[in-house]
């Protein structure tokens, strides 16, 4: 062994995270859920049961908003689940839509359904008694949740491009494949939920493993020039490679991600690096050999140095490609060219190749709820009772209504209208800002974000106005904790919660996502981020290149010095200017 090697082990030896004995005594995920089911004496999962619901796409929680006056009361937390489903490429039909939409409205506590920044939709509050029939709900329109949570492949993204829709079909049957090929093999999923007779006698996981995957996994497929997915913030990314409007293969990048840990520098944001090109038919064989790589090779002892970006800044990122290539048998070809040129969803009509109308609908945070003004999850409902085509979701937790004839147009947009669900008052700024939901349910909360951001927003409008930039826009995100579930580490302008009112203001990513912003003030006050913008904004309107973002612009005059390896960079101090 060289010493570079020796330097660098390929496991790490130690103490296990006690998720690893729990995943171990899971017996396949299956612990002790049925049986808990039964338990109404209270309304959480006991012991591993609380994690291991993960594993099937459940998150307890309670409201934290009450928290404290429950506690004085001495009752428990009011404890309810959020729950999310497992769709591909975020590609829903009208049908399913209409059923889920019920659901949320009939057994949550929020009455809401929320697309998420991961393509997918989530609801929250379900309590206990009704958590088996939401599974069921799912299963009888042919989804699950399978898999959406924990140490899996979580679901899959892909590019919403539904104007060269031949292209984007074969990118998301990719998707769809690569998400089944790498779905846990256990029947626990069936037996606990779907009542379903134990179908083999002995698991295996031949991918997967008997402990699954040492933290969570997360997969992209992406047309340029659209990052609309955020590729950098994925553990395995597939790059569509197209000649002629054909799918010819993908370049494959790995190891991104964006959780980070207040305090603790070994933990970084950092981007997936290139690892080259490969023709389609080699994709599962990648995917999988990727997969079993972090399996076999991640660190299963802390958590927190558990991601595949960790375990390629610990072997080389030559070490695990050779590894890859070993285990696929694949080499891979040298990257093909690929730009990407823009991040967001173009909010609006667009019309595609095939003649079809595609209307992207701005949804505030994603939030789909009933409004006293605007109720935009019934007008939702009532498009999908007319429409003939699909819904998509998108990674900025956007909703199309993809595949409309030039027949339906109107009628389409006169619900979408009726129902607040199209404006001319939503600002390119508006629609370049996104938030992770935060308060009220989310258990690792340190400040607000969902609930926040639209005032902020509000504020940041005022302030582009004021300074005659009111038609451009900003990256803008804010993530109620370091785990960074809103991407603020690919933003422009990222804001990173630490207490009540008190963020981390990181400034300088680019606008197409390929350059993790920097920490410029700490633990400061949406107050003070307002001033420092004020200042910044008004640099950027006097002195800007034509049509130079604001992040680029900051890096160009030096504001910020821009992060280049974050494994080595991240941390350095910004000076003050
Ligand atoms: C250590 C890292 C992380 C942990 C422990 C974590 C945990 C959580 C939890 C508990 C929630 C549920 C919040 C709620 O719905 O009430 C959540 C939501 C979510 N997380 Fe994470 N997360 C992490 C990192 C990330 C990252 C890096 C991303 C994406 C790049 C991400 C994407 C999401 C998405 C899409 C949601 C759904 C809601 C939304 O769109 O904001 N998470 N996460
Ligand atoms: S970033 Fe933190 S606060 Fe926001 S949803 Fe993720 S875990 Fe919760």
New binding site residues.
Partial sequence: MSNEQQQKPLIVEGKLADSERMKQDSNYLRGTIKEDLKNGLTGGFNGDNFLLIRFHGMYQQDDRDIRAERAEQKLEPRHAMMLRCRLPGGIITPKQWLDIDKFATEHTLYGSVRITNRQTFQFHGILKGDVKPAHQMLSHVGLDALATANDVNRNVLCTSNPVQSELHQQAYEWAKKISEHLLPRTSAYAEIWLDKEKIVTTDEEPILGQTYLPRKFKTSVVIPPLNDVDLHANDMNFIAIAENDELIGFNVLVGGGLAMTHGDTATFPRLASEFGFIPLDKTLAIAEAIVTTQRDWGNRTDRKNAKTKYTLERVGVDTFKAEVERRSGVDFEPIRPYQFTERGDKIGWLKGVDNRWHLTLFIENGRLIDLADKPLKTGVAEIARIHQGDFRLTANQNLIVAGVPESEKEAIEAIAKAHGLMSDAITPQRENSMA????PT?????AE?ERFLPEFVSHVENIMASHQVADEHIVLRV????????RAMLAEVGLV?KALDRYNLHLGGNRIGTRIPRMYRENISSAEILAILDELIGNWSKNRLTQEGFGDFLVRTDVVKPVVNSAVDFYEVQEAV
Wanted: proline fraction near 11%; hydrophobic fraction near 30%; include cysteine.
């Fill in positions: 992770c939901v935060s308060f989310c258990p690792l909360a340190m974000a993530t109620g904790c370091p785990n960074g579930c809103g919660g």
